[in-house]
């Protein structure tokens, strides 16, 4: 194995082995798309999600269900003799 006395020669060698090589447009134009979807979903409140706000509203309408039955039977159990 060859003897590197500096990082320069050992970067030199890696350039001349390594040739920097250009995406292409179509993998530049998909990660783009990629990037701009993240940053859309990233600036929306993690509540304003649908993945978060379907069970949350399912949940404030079974209490309010709830509400309503429990509220229906006490003035039931208040109005009987």
Same mark, same amino acid.
Request: glycine letters at 6%; aromatic letters at 6%; proline letters at 9%.
């Given at each position: 194995?060859?003897?590197?006395?500096?990082?320069?020669?050992?970067?030199?060698?890696l350039k001349s082995v390594c040739? /920097?090589? +250009?995406?292409?447009?179509?993998?530049?134009?998909?990660?783009?798309?990629?990037?701009?979807?993240? #940053?859309?979903? @990233? *600036?929306?409140?993690?509540?304003?999600?649908?993945?978060?706000?379907? /069970?949350? +509203?399912?949940?404030?309408?079974?209490?309010?269900?709830?509400?309503?039955?429990?509220?229906?039977? #006490?003035?039931? @159990? *208040?109005?009987?003799?």
């Amino acid at each position: 194995m060859a003897n590197f006395t500096s990082e320069d020669e050992i970067k030199e060698l890696l350039k001349s082995v390594c040739s /920097p090589v +250009a995406p292409s447009p179509e993998f530049r134009d998909q990660l783009l798309q990629d990037l701009t979807r993240g #940053a859309e979903g @990233a *600036t929306r409140p993690r509540w304003r999600q649908p993945r978060v706000l379907v /069970p949350i +509203a399912a949940t404030l309408i079974s209490v309010a269900i709830g509400y309503g039955i429990w509220l229906g039977q #006490a003035v039931e @159990a *208040t109005l009987l003799p």
